[in-house]
């Protein structure tokens, strides 16, 4: 618990210009964060590793309302440290509309800061980015089941 904490002093906030990332993709592409600035906000959700029981609960909570996210123009991106291989067999097995990041040398997490550079994984935080690039919004403590709903809030209200 010690070691999250020395980097939740690194932690993005809210009002700062996202970090921007170029990074191999789930789906093959590479994902450059500039390319969707300007489109609509951009749900970016770090999770420790793919299929494990509670990054499962979460993916599947998104999938599971991702026309809602469509619905109010959120573009969704998971990251975590596994491979694109890793990616790929885990949007593969739960149905996944969206595009998982490979963040394998952990320069996205150590950017927003929710890793260091000696992690093993990354941290459960998500930011809600703005059209403008902006952080709007941090979500530090997931919880996986419930954590769906809450976007999907924080994007609606974003919205307005």
Partial sequence: MAAWFAYAAELVKVGDVAPDFSVAAS????????????????????????????????????????????????????????????????????????????????????????????SLWASRVTFLIDAQGKIARVFPKVSPVEHSAELRQALAELRK
Wanted: net charge positive.
């Fill in 27 to 118: 789906d093959g592409t590479t994902v450059r964060l500039k390319d969707y600035l300007g489109k609509g906000p951009i749900v970016l959700y770090f999770y420790p590793k793919d299929d494990t029981p509670g990054c499962t609960k979460e993916a599947c909570g998104i999938r599971d309302s991702f026309a809602e996210f469509k619905g109010l123009n959120a573009t969704v991106f998971g990251v975590s440290f596994d491979s694109v291989a890793a990616h790929q067999q885990f949007v593969t097995k739960y149905k996944l509309p969206f595009v998982l990041l490979a963040d394998t040398d952990k320069k996205i997490a150590v950017a927003y800061g929710v890793a260091g550079t000696k």
